[in-house]
């Protein structure tokens, strides 16, 4: 085999193993991106929290309450809120900050509400009331709230309605 020939072969190979890294670099992003979306890794317990957040439930008024007991100040635009009300997920999460969602009645209060300026800090409490499209808190049912700051958990309380 000439010289020549050996490099019109290696020559050849060259769009067969760049295609196929192509290929592993947009399965993986996808399966990342999938991760992402679903909420996989919500469980993972091996991030600590980094703000203390006591948490109540009150079943009467069907209301939740959060309040910031210590460590970071968070900023609400960047939180991601997920309850889960007798282990399963609400139906509709709470987009804070927000004024009116669907799964939820107007006007949380503190820094979930939309018109709250400022960070979120040591003493602040904030509550949403969930409506009737959600679900229905029950004296019996245990509530557990975990709070995401720019995607690192910082919270995790749980409370009984």
């Known amino acids: 085999m ?3 020939d050996s490099l019109a072969r290696d020559r050849a190979l060259t769009p067969v193993a760049g295609a196929l890294l192509l290929a592993i670099t947009v399965v993986l992003a996808g399966i990342t991106a ?6 996989v890794g919500e469980t993972d317990l091996s ?3 980094t703000t203390a957040v006591g948490c109540s439930a ?5 209301r939740l309450s959060l309040t910031h007991r210590g460590g970071d100040a968070l900023d609400p635009s960047s939180l991601r809120v997920r309850v889960r009300v007798a282990g ?3 139906a509709h999460q709470p987009p804070v900050p927000f004024f009116a969602a669907r799964g939820f009645r107007s006007g949380p209060t503190g820094p979930f509400n939309r018109g709250w300026a400022g960070e979120w800090t040591t003493g602040t409490t904030a509550s949403v009331t969930l409506a009737g499209t959600n679900t229905h808190l029950d004296a019996s049912q ?5 709070l995401w700051a720019d995607g690192s958990l910082v919270a995790d309380c749980e409370t009984r309605a």
């Not at 999938?34 to 909420?39: E, I, K, P, Q, S």
Request: aromatic fraction near 0%.
């Open 88 to 90: 399963d997920l609400l």
């Open 142 to 146: 245990r509530v557990r709230v975990r």
């Open 47 to 49: 991030v600590p929290a």
């Open 58 to 62: 009150d079943a009467d008024a069907n």
């Open 34 to 39: 999938t991760a992402l979306v679903t909420g």
């Open 2 to 4: 000439s010289r020549h």
